[in-house]
């Protein structure tokens, strides 16, 4: 709910204990894992929380890159392979321009 409105520290270290003790509170063993898995990952998930910046777009990428790569899995010449991965991650392909 914090993304990208520029919290103070406070205002994060507030919500961050109200969702441990909520979570402590349950018996649902999922949620005690949830809270590990966000104590874990938790220098990586303030600094997107204060900073708004993400990895998104180049997880995307390579997740369209391993898709085409699987797809073209097989083919005789590996030049073939890259050329398919190169042309499914252009912006034209993705349809983000316009072609001239």
């Known amino acids: 709910a914090t993304a990208r409105t520029q919290p103070d520290r406070e205002q994060i270290h507030r919500l961050l204990h109200r969702f441990y003790a909520r ?3 349950t018996d649902l063993p ?3 894992r949830l809270a590990t898995t ?3 990952w938790w220098p990586q998930i303030q600094a997107f929380l204060t900073t708004g910046i993400t990895n998104a777009g180049s997880e995307g990428t390579n997740r369209v890159i391993k898709t085409v790569a699987r797809d073209a899995y097989g083919f005789r010449n ?3 392979q890259r050329l398919r991965t190169r ?3 252009t912006r034209r392909h993705r349809g983000q321009l316009n072609p001239a």
Do not use: F, Q, R
């Open 38 to 40: 966000i104590e874990t």
């Open 23 to 25: 979570c402590a509170a």
């Open 87 to 89: 042309t499914a991650t």
């Open 78 to 80: 590996p030049e073939n």
């Open 30 to 32: 999922e949620l005690h």
